[in-house]
């Protein structure tokens, strides 16, 4: 029983904080702080997830798609920012 609360507690309380990030992501575009671009680059993982689940029907191995994607992404980009430091492109 204890456990279960916990869970929800932590589980709304991680909801109440992504809540917040958007709100403050909103107020911070309105008020010139942030580009639209910069915010727009964290929904990539969100829409990788979406087209993943979709894709396969089941939240598990599509979490994992995304993790792998990302992943994946992320070296890529490592890659070709060492390029280009590397041949001054």
């Not at 702080?33 to 680059?41: D, F, G, M, P």
């Given at each position: 029983?204890?456990?279960?609360?916990?869970?929800?507690?932590?589980?709304?309380?991680?909801?109440?904080?992504?809540?917040?990030?958007?709100?403050?992501?909103?107020?911070?575009?309105i008020?010139?702080?942030?580009?639209?671009?910069?915010?727009?680059?964290?929904?990539?993982?969100?829409?990788?997830?979406?087209?993943?689940?979709?894709?396969?029907?089941?939240?598990?191995?599509?979490?994992?798609?995304?993790?792998?994607?990302?992943?994946?992404?992320?070296?890529?980009?490592?890659?070709?920012?060492?390029?280009?430091?590397t041949?001054?492109?």
């Open positions: 029983m204890a456990d279960s609360i916990g869970i929800g507690i932590g589980i709304a309380l991680i909801g109440l904080g992504i809540v917040g990030m958007i709100f403050s992501g909103i107020r911070s575009m008020n010139g702080k942030s580009e639209l671009k910069r915010i727009a680059v964290m929904l990539v993982p969100v829409i990788i997830f979406a087209i993943s689940y979709f894709s396969m029907g089941d939240i598990n191995r599509a979490g994992i798609a995304t993790l792998t994607s990302m992943i994946l992404l992320m070296v890529l980009s490592i890659f070709i920012s060492g390029t280009r430091g041949f001054k492109i």
